[in-house]
């Protein structure tokens, strides 16, 4: 007894010195030294020994505030390709907190306008500008995405311009941080070597256009909704797919908000979150579709309300079939090429 109080009272004194000793200026500079050091000689964590389809969820929540989760974006990336599904707020900051390699960006697929879609096309641009992306960034999108680009475009003319007279035309030519729009109508397919995209109609009216993307790479496959109900162009898509990653909507958490809501009298409230039920995916409509269709993966995201705590996912998960889960932000998916495997991991 007497030793273990011994050690104990020993470790507090260490950690007492050590946290006084980061009053030291001499201490809070060497520790600076080592742990910038540290941090500039990282690369990034993306690292493709054999072919695969990557997928890392940079975002799973939606308009309603979840403070642990930015909304809606996914990055999709195999040895030769890199891509981005929308970029809602948040989703940057895990970007490159997992040091994904955004120098080699080649664009960003946008579903629909909503703004948690498209509220960070800039930080992706300006982010992936700054680490020397080599080419315009395309946005790419249904009909309407010439008019988000132009706007960003006229928008942030003057941050460009700063920018570029700040630290000189060699580091960031101004013409690379002009965004680039690129149109595909429903049925078409952008083919970039062995990476094939193909765009598929949503479901999320009244909001017009909405679609979905189909990603195929040597013989894997993934399938990104967007916000949508599920509907037979859902079915059509998922046919022997690897992974969908598909809006999802709690009806029972969603309900509780909406009386509660009622009952405290927060009638714009009650009327916004009622809205909200009929343009979303069912967590039981994603059951259905599981049990009905020969996908091997469903991930849920764009979570309408993203779970909060414990409870709130327990009732997320309420009857998920064991090939379904709840997506968290850096949450990686790895499709090996040649294989039926699907690795899920988080940063």
Same mark, same amino acid.
């Given at each position: 007894?007497?030793?273990?109080?011994?050690? *104990?009272?020993?470790?507090? =004194?260490?950690?007492?010195?050590?946290?006084?000793?980061?009053?030291?200026?001499?201490?809070?500079?060497?520790?600076?030294?080592?742990?910038?050091?540290?941090?500039?000689?990282?690369?990034?964590?993306?690292?493709?020994?054999?072919?695969?389809?990557?997928?890392?969820?940079?975002?799973?929540?939606?308009?309603?505030?979840?403070?642990?989760?930015?909304?809606?974006?996914?990055?999709?990336?195999?040895?030769?390709?890199?891509?981005?599904?929308?970029?809602?707020?948040?989703?940057?900051?895990?970007?490159?907190?997992?040091?994904? &390699?955004?120098?080699?960006?080649?664009?960003?697929?946008?579903?629909?306008?909503?703004?948690?879609?498209?509220?960070? /096309?800039?930080?992706?641009?300006?982010?992936?500008?700054?680490?020397?992306?080599?080419?315009?960034?395309?946005?790419?999108?249904?009909?309407? /995405?010439?008019?988000?680009?132009?706007?960003?475009?006229?928008?942030?003319?003057?941050?460009?311009?700063?920018?570029?007279?700040?630290?000189?035309?060699?580091?960031?030519?101004?013409?690379?941080? $002009?965004?680039?729009?690129?149109?595909?109508?429903?049925?078409? @397919?952008?083919?970039?070597?062995?990476?094939?995209?193909?765009?598929?109609?949503?479901?999320?009216?009244?909001?017009?256009?909405?679609?979905?993307?189909?990603?195929?790479?040597?013989?894997?496959? *993934?399938?990104?909704?967007?916000?949508?109900? @599920?509907?037979?162009?859902?079915?059509?898509?998922?046919?022997?797919?690897?992974?969908? *990653?598909?809006?999802?909507?709690?009806? &029972?958490?969603?309900?509780?908000?909406?009386?509660?809501?009622?009952?405290?009298?927060?009638?714009?409230?009650?009327?916004? *979150?009622?809205?909200?039920?009929?343009?979303?995916?069912?967590?039981?409509?994603?059951?259905?579709?599981?049990?009905?269709?020969?996908?091997?993966? $469903?991930?849920?995201?764009?979570?309408?309300?993203?779970?909060?705590? =414990?409870?709130?996912?327990?009732?997320?998960?309420?009857?998920? &079939?064991?090939?379904?889960?709840?997506?968290?932000?850096?949450?990686?998916?790895?499709?090996?090429?040649?294989?039926?495997?699907?690795?899920?991991?988080?940063?």
């Amino acid at each position: 007894m007497y030793k273990l109080v011994t050690i *104990l009272v020993a470790l507090m =004194i260490i950690f007492t010195l050590s946290v006084a000793s980061l009053e030291i200026a001499s201490v809070q500079d060497l520790l600076m030294r080592y742990l910038t050091k540290a941090a500039m000689s990282q690369t990034s964590e993306v690292v493709h020994e054999k072919k695969a389809l990557k997928v890392f969820v940079c975002g799973t929540s939606s308009p309603i505030p979840s403070p642990d989760r930015a909304q809606s974006c996914i990055a999709v990336l195999t040895p030769e390709h890199f891509y981005i599904v929308d970029s809602g707020a948040g989703s940057t900051d895990n970007l490159i907190s997992s040091r994904l &390699p955004t120098d080699r960006l080649q664009g960003l697929f946008i579903t629909h306008f909503h703004s948690d879609h498209i509220a960070e /096309i800039p930080e992706v641009n300006l982010n992936s500008w700054i680490q020397g992306r080599a080419e315009p960034l395309k946005i790419i999108g249904p009909p309407g /995405i010439e008019k988000i680009v132009t706007g960003l475009n006229m928008a942030y003319a003057l941050d460009r311009q700063y920018r570029t007279e700040h630290h000189g035309t060699d580091l960031l030519p101004p013409t690379l941080g $002009v965004l680039k729009a690129r149109t595909l109508s429903i049925g078409e @397919v952008l083919q970039d070597g062995d990476l094939r995209v193909t765009v598929f109609q949503a479901d999320h009216a009244p909001v017009q256009p909405a679609v979905g993307y189909k990603f195929e790479y040597q013989g894997r496959s *993934l399938v990104i909704s967007g916000d949508s109900r @599920v509907t037979e162009h859902t079915y059509q898509m998922v046919e022997g797919a690897d992974l969908l *990653l598909h809006d999802a909507l709690s009806e &029972p958490t969603l309900s509780h908000l909406i009386e509660a809501a009622a009952a405290a009298g927060l009638s714009r409230n009650e009327k916004i *979150l009622s809205d909200v039920l009929d343009y979303h995916a069912w967590t039981s409509s994603l059951r259905e579709l599981g049990e009905q269709s020969n996908v091997r993966m $469903v991930a849920y995201y764009h979570l309408v309300p993203a779970p909060r705590n =414990i409870l709130m996912q327990k009732i997320f998960e309420r009857d998920l &079939p064991k090939n379904h889960l709840i997506a968290k932000d850096k949450m990686w998916f790895d499709l090996p090429a040649g294989s039926k495997e699907i690795i899920v991991s988080e940063d």
